[in-house]
């Protein structure tokens, strides 16, 4: 079932959206200080791509500096991120069967705003610290 969806949500909206991340990945990885933020970019536009069966959990080792870099990573590229989201959401959710992919693209909202001191891990891994 996942495979499906993944494959649905490729077509829909995963390309485009995973376009955006690397777009902006690219942006931020020009200047030597904007590399972890690229990174991150790269991360998420991945899992943009293909997020069924994956989630996004806590890393317990983030600290102070995932904190300034998530206030960073807003200014610089998370604003427009999480509005490419909320716009694919609603578009999706003005359909019966896109309504699953509009949630979907909601709960990638706050990922897209503040990515690091996060870990994007399989559905069927548990709860484990690292």
Do not use: Q
Not at 34 to 40: H, M, S, V
Not at 47 to 62: K, Q, T
Not at 94 to 112: D, M
Request: glycine share 12%.
């Amino acid at each position: 079932m996942r495979t499906i969806l993944n494959v649905i949500w490729l077509l829909l909206s995963g390309l485009w959206l995973c376009l955006a991340y690397f777009f902006a990945g690219a942006l931020l990885c020009i200047t030597i200080i904007g590399i972890p933020f690229g990174i991150a970019a790269f991360r998420i536009g991945i899992y943009a791509l293909w997020p069924f069966g994956y989630r996004a959990v806590d890393r317990p080792d983030a600290g102070t500096g995932s904190f300034i870099g998530n206030v960073l990573w807003v200014v610089l590229a998370g604003w427009w991120l999480a509005l490419g989201h909320i716009v694919t959401g609603v578009l999706m959710c003005l359909t019966i069967i896109g309504i699953p992919f509009g949630i979907a693209n909601f709960k990638l909202i706050p990922l897209s705003l503040m990515p690091l001191g996060k870990e994007i891990v399989p559905t069927d891994e548990p709860f484990a610290v690292r």
